[in-house]
């Protein structure tokens, strides 16, 4: 629906803000398309090929995401400057403005169910589509000031901003590329995230410590792996017991997380060191 009102928008008026605009609701349609394909792939359940399952596939549809949005951003950069030095005047900016508001409402609603979606799946690839769609918002608020001020003879508005949409595109594209690399190369989980793994273990009474601490992030998917620090006299069923309580403990608070817990002797020669 923003696609259609826009284009009609941009065809009836002429802005290539509004054509940054149209475009930018194209990607977003791609980016969702790419990201559906990709969550129910990655929600596939490990098997026998694939015993981390399937989380990282979010990643690789982040790449693909990133090389369309760099893809569109240097074309509206390229029109942007052509309109820059070839300018033409607007028409029926009242109708374009008022298409900008109803995209403004729209987009609204959208972020307001991305943020419950959120909550309930903790969706890396959803919290980002949400980010790109607040940050729409602003995009249409300074694409309705252009129109306006186009209207008492700036014109020169309307492709300026063009190019500030087109470079901020870019900008993200590079983002979401990054970011996607990282977690394909296993990056740690953030350090206040470990911190909070770290005290979470450290609560429990029988624990010593905690050392080798390995964090991943694939998907949804938090993987956790450690050694503890328990009495080198404890029975093994006792060890084993404490480790289920930790796990446990550490999945309340990580609801997608896959903890691998290794017992070591406190104080012990065997013991690694950090």
Known sequence: LLMAIKAYAWWISGSVSLLASLADSAIDSLASLINLIAERYALQPADAEHRFGHGKAESLAGLGQSLFIMSSAIFLLVRAVDRMLNPQPLEQLDVAVAVMVVSIVLTLGLVVFQRHVILRTHSPAIKADSLHYVSD????????????LSLYG?????????????????????????????????????????????????????????????????????????????????????????????????????????????????????????
């Open 137 to 148: 918002l602003l995009t249409n608020f300074g694409i309705i000031v252009a129109l306006v």
């Open 154 to 274: 700036w014109q020169e508005v309307d492709p300026i901003l063009a190019i500030a949409i087109a470079l901020y595109i870019f900008y993200t594209a590079v983002q979401i590329w990054n970011e996607s690399i990282q977690l394909l190369l296993d990056r740690e989980l953030p350090e206040e995230e470990q911190q909070r793994i770290e005290a979470i273990v450290l609560k429990h009474a029988e624990v010593h410590g905690v050392h080798g601490l390995r964090t991943r992030q694939s998907g949804r998917m938090k993987i956790v792996q450690m050694h503890l620090e328990l009495d080198g006299h404890m029975p093994l069923a006792r060890a084993h017991r404490i480790c289920d309580q930790v796990e446990a403990d550490i999945m309340r608070e990580f609801p997608n997380a896959d903890v691998l817990i290794h017992q070591d002797p406190h104080g012990g020669e065997s013991a690694p060191k950090n």
